[in-house]
């Protein structure tokens, strides 16, 4: 069907009450995992794409992928800059027929934040591509910080108000007190919610969730199994990512759980059969356990169904 946007995919979230993942790629065999698990769920999705996959993969690369993915199915699909941080990145998407982009201004001060996110809205928005912003950083909160640092941290729902009404943003990535990768809380893990339900009350549009990976202890325990390392990995437990999708999340965003899955498949190939090194019999059980990954994530955000 050839690719939608970022709005209609979450508008639709929204309107119906689930969340739509958007899950990162690098290659052609995590896209895949991604849109065979959305055809066997019959769920939309959202292909992200970060800076730095660009420069890994190429944007030529990786846009011919998604725009072939999305050609072999009417599933929704959307193709998103993740973290779009670099105004020339931005523009080089648009010629390369993203349907959304995020710009990610989050580091600079409030006013520069909109007013980056408004010169991105204003040659987006004329071509028909959705933008997302976000506001707050994405650091790991600690228990114990005081809460004027926890106020320097995360969203101010009031100051996410004007942010959206002076922007015009389709969709807001509040920080909520996750943060990306596979070491997100030292302590406890717990998100803010009295902020995330003041924010979607006050801006009424589609919430993302960035670093919203579980790093779930099944797929820790097969990667170390085989050899990984990773102490201490700490995610989001899913009770906590349904709960923000109650309070106002559309989008999830997974990187880092599609990572450790293929790590663990990976290894478990080399551990097992040292004499393999036929990449198809490396990447394709990798792929395999991607996909199932993302089936049960569909699940979860409740976006299975929903094509
Ligand atoms: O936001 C972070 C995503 O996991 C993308 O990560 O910048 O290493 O591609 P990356
Ligand atoms: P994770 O690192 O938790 O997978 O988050 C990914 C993300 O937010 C991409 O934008
Ligand atoms: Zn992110």
């Known amino acids: 069907m050839g690719l939608v946007t970022g709005k209609e995919i979450l508008d639709k979230a929204d309107k119906e009450g689930y969340a739509v993942g958007a899950f ?18 019959n769920s939309p999705v959202m292909i992200a794409v970060s800076e730095g996959a660009i420069k890994y993969a190429g944007i030529d690369y990786l846009t011919s ?19 779009g941080k670099d105004f020339k990145v931005i523009l080089s998407c648009i010629r390369y027929g993203f349907t959304s982009l995020m710009i990610d201004a989050s580091s600079l001060p409030f006013e520069e934040n909109v007013a980056e996110t408004k010169k991105v809205v204003g040659v987006a928005h004329p071509l028909g591509i959705s933008v997302e912003a976000e506001l707050g950083r994405l ?42 990768g596979a070491f997100k809380f030292k302590g406890k893990a717990e998100l803010d919610f009295e902020r995330l339900k003041e924010t979607k009350k006050l801006t009424k549009i589609p919430l993302v969730l960035h670093g919203a990976s579980s790093v779930p202890k099944e797929i820790l325990d097969q990667a170390a199994k085989y050899g990984a390392k990773i102490p201490g990995a700490k995610g989001v437990p899913t009770g906590q990512i349904k709960k923000a999708i109650e309070n106002g999340i559309n989008k999830v965003n997974i990187d880092t759980d599609l990572r450790l899955t293929l790590t663990g498949a990976i290894r478990k190939v080399f551990y097992e059969s040292p004499e393999q090194f036929d990449p198809r019999k490396i990447l394709g059980p990798a792929r395999d356990s991607m996909s199932d990954l993302v089936r049960k994530k569909m699940k979860l955000l409740g976006s299975s169904g929903k094509a």
């Open 139 to 180: 650091q790991g909160v600690e228990d114990n910080v005081s809460v004027a640092e926890r106020d320097a941290i995360l969203i101010n729902p009031k100051e996410a108000k004007i942010f959206v009404k002076e922007t015009g943003v389709d969709s807001l990535a509040p920080a909520i007190g996750t943060s990306h």
């Open 65 to 83: 992928l998604v725009k072939t993915a999305a050609e072999s199915t009417d599933i929704p699909i959307a193709l998103h800059l993740d973290h």
């Open 24 to 41: 990162n790629i690098n290659n052609m065999e995590i896209l895949q995992a991604i849109v065979n698990a959305a055809k066997l769920e």
